[in-house]
């Protein structure tokens, strides 16, 4: 029903900065929360930070003041600017979406598949 394309991933120098993009298309009526998780080898997945459709956000502590996300409803789009990027911050990043697609009157949790994020010099 739902496809979530995430980009921008790649391997990057401690201090360094990468923009994750990820656009959701197809049975789409409306998106409220869009987010971004990662998950690191060996740990569980957690919430990177969240942004629902009328622009509030929410920041996991260890990333506050170095990464900002971002969307663009006309574009079903939300994007993740990663500065001051540090080698514990290497993981595979997935988008996720709660989506209501048309003749549906609840939301579904859609997911990307993943892009990944190597911090290292």
């Known amino acids: 029903q739902v496809q979530l394309v995430e980009s921008g991933g790649g391997l990057v120098q401690p201090g360094g900065s990468l923009r994750l993009s990820c656009a959701a298309s197809?049975?789409?009526?409306?998106?409220?929360?869009m987010g971004w998780y990662r998950q690191a080898p060996g740990k569980q997945r957690e919430l990177v930070a969240a942004i629902t459709s009328d622009v509030n956000t929410n920041y996991t502590d260890f990333v506050k003041g170095r990464f900002t996300i971002s969307r663009d409803n006309a574009k079903n789009t939300v994007y993740l600017q990663m500065n001051s990027l540090k080698p514990e911050d290497t993981a595979v990043y997935y988008c996720?979406?709660?989506?209501?697609?048309?003749?549906?009157?609840?939301?579904?949790?859609?997911w990307g598949q993943g892009t990944q994020v190597t911090v290292s010099s």
């Open positions: 197809g049975n789409i009526f409306t998106i409220n929360t």
């Open positions: 996720n979406a709660h989506v209501r697609p048309y003749r549906s009157n609840i939301f579904f949790s859609y």
